[in-house]
């Protein structure tokens, strides 16, 4: 860094600074946020009065709230042994369950700059253009986190990310088990052949449920078997308890705040949602994406494609309501309902978002 650099307004984060000969007595840092930089004691005060903004390291948690990156699924699984389970992802999960109704002010800010930090570190992953929308063709997938891996729901869904990804889509999960584990599977397995599927399929469908023993040990054989996959994101959250984050994403972007995740998770995809079964929250999520493309409060809508006919005219008789809600809108000829998996991808080919 040379003399007269600027840093002005800009954000230092999770950087060693010890590392790095820089004469700071040339370098503008007036409104510069240091975020859980190491830095000699002189280097901070000689920052500190010209104007910088220092936020120290934060010791004792087991967490990072400065942390620059996403997870993966290895670093949040660290420490995990079947019926034995001291994963760093748990350990989070305790920490924020025991400060969940504390008003600890300084644990709901470190939680606040972690969760902005995720955000930060997704954007780069994604990408955003100048209209709002994702770089990246981001698809969402919702439905239920019990689906078995012997439902044939969880197989249908998992063709249809492994064709969405061939066609250059980037989908997007919950990031937990079910459906959501489905989405992330069928993304990893694009370009491999059909029988590669069905047989990594049969691998998983020996442990069906996430409760039952053996659940993380058949998703690792079938990484093991398939070594390289297709990118794919997972967006879950620590607030609704602690659900194995599904092993096939191979990026997490996992959030404390739950209204943040959510908000994330339908926002960034931009070229659809596909809502497979599932029961509140996956309801909760439709009309929480039927009210934006309503609204167009993204300043964009974007396709909502419903899988399962009967499921959501009879079972949950939601598509409807959906479609009445619609009418005379925009997002209107952006809805539709299908069994097939290449009806859905041919739909949401043939309706690329629009300006609302």
């Not at 420490?79 to 001291?86: I, K, R, T």
């Not at 350990?91 to 930090?117: M, P, T, W």
């Not at 309902?337 to 009806?343: A, K, P």
């Amino acid at each position: 860094m040379g003399q007269g650099e600027n840093l002005l307004n800009l954000a230092v984060q999770n950087l060693d600074l010890r590392e790095v000969a820089i004469d700071w007595d040339k370098v503008h840092v007036a409104n510069t946020t240091f975020l859980g930089c190491d830095m000699e004691l002189e280097t901070e005060l000689k920052l500190r009065e010209k104007g910088a903004i220092i936020y120290p390291k934060v010791v004792g948690l087991p967490y990072n709230p400065y942390r620059s990156e996403l997870y993966s699924w290895q670093e949040l699984l660290e420490g995990f042994e079947e019926g034995n389970d001291q994963s760093h992802d748990l350990k989070i999960y305790n920490h924020f369950q025991s400060f969940k109704n504390s008003g600890d002010v300084n644990e709901a800010l470190c939680q606040r700059v972690h969760d902005h930090a995720i955000d930060d570190a997704l954007i780069d992953l994604i990408g955003l253009k100048e209209d709002g929308t994702a770089e990246r063709k981001c698809v969402g997938i919702m439905g239920g986190h019990s689906t078995l891996r012997t439902d044939p729901y969880f197989e249908s869904v998992a063709k249809l990310t492994k064709k969405m990804t061939e066609e250059g889509y980037f989908m997007m999960s919950g990031g937990g088990p079910g459906i959501m584990e489905a989405t992330n599977f069928g993304a990893y397995m694009a370009g491999k052949s059909e029988e590669d599927l069905t047989e990594a399929l049969q691998i998983l469908r020996g442990s069906p449920g996430y409760r039952d023993e053996g659940y993380n040990a058949a998703a690792q054989e079938v990484l093991k078997k398939f070594p390289e996959g297709a990118e794919s994101l997972a967006i879950p959250t620590w607030f609704y308890g602690h659900e194995p984050s599904n092993l096939f994403a191979t990026s997490i972007a996992k959030y404390f705040s739950n209204a943040i995740r959510e908000d994330i998770l339908l926002s960034a995809a931009a070229y659809g949602i596909v809502f497979a079964p599932g029961s509140a929250g996956t309801i909760q999520e439709i009309f929480t994406d039927a009210a934006q493309n309503y609204y167009a409060s993204l300043d964009h809508i974007s396709p909502m494609v419903f899988l399962g006919r009967d499921y959501w005219t009879v079972e949950k008789p939601v598509y409807e309501v959906v479609r009445k809600l619609a009418e005379g809108k925009k997002y209107y000829d952006m809805i539709s309902i299908s069994d097939e998996v290449d009806e859905i991808v041919e739909f949401i080919k043939a309706h690329p978002p629009v300006m609302g």
